[in-house]
């Protein structure tokens, strides 16, 4: 049990005329607020919802040396979305021509005036598939090294967004990196 003791202490004049006082114990029990504290924390404890933790299905193809045994996507169905610095997106479909003739830009979001957005981009690529977009479409994500967390974030959203079943995340190719340099370069 808790006390706290508070006697009488100090200094007593002696002398006539002066009256001894009687010296009272002042005596607090703090049992019932430690056993009060321990009820709330439990209160507590019990009262709060545990969050679950969200995470993101991820499906890895098998490491494999052969060629022909790896995860392959159709040149009609594939969208290659490339990722710069200062939020800059660039895009094309199927292999990358050798002129770059397929090498396009475009803005986070829907479209903005004569800026093209990625989700209309997407949006068009589903359209031109048609039916068979939830088993051809893949879309390759490639973030190069100048591009932010967010970006690819945010590229990751979209994909959730326009319901793109199949996605990936690739390292990206110098002859791409060097595309994007030199574009982002002309574009200042």
């Known amino acids: 049990m808790a006390d706290i003791e508070s006697g009488g202490g100090g200094g007593h004049k002696k002398g006539p005329g002066v009256k001894k006082s009687k010296k009272l114990s ?3 029990d703090l049992t019932p607020m430690v056993d009060l504290g321990f009820l709330l924390i439990t ?12 995470a993101m299905k991820l499906n890895m ?4 040396a052969k060629d022909e045994e790896k995860n392959k996507a159709k040149e009609s169905g594939a969208l290659t979305i490339l990722l710069g610095k200062s939020d800059h997106i660039f895009y094309y479909e199927g292999k990358l021509a050798e002129d770059g003739s397929n090498f396009k830009s475009a803005i986070f979001g829907k479209s903005d ?4 957005g990625i989700r ?14 939830d088993n051809d479409m893949v879309v390759v994500i490639k973030p190069n090294d100048e591009s932010t967390f967010k970006n690819t974030v945010d590229m990751l959203d979209e994909m ?9 995340l690739v390292k990206i190719s110098d002859v791409e990196n060097q595309v994007i340099k030199l574009t982002e370069g002309g574009s200042k």
């Open 61 to 64: 193809p098998d490491d494999t």
């Open 160 to 168: 959730t967004i326009n319901g793109v079943k199949k996605y990936a």
């Open 43 to 54: 209160f507590f404890i019990f009262t709060t919802t545990m969050s679950s933790p969200t």
């Open 120 to 133: 209309d981009v997407i949006i068009e690529k589903k359209q031109k598939l048609g039916t068979a977009a």
């Open 26 to 28: 002042t005596r607090v």
């Open 113 to 116: 005036g004569d800026k093209k």
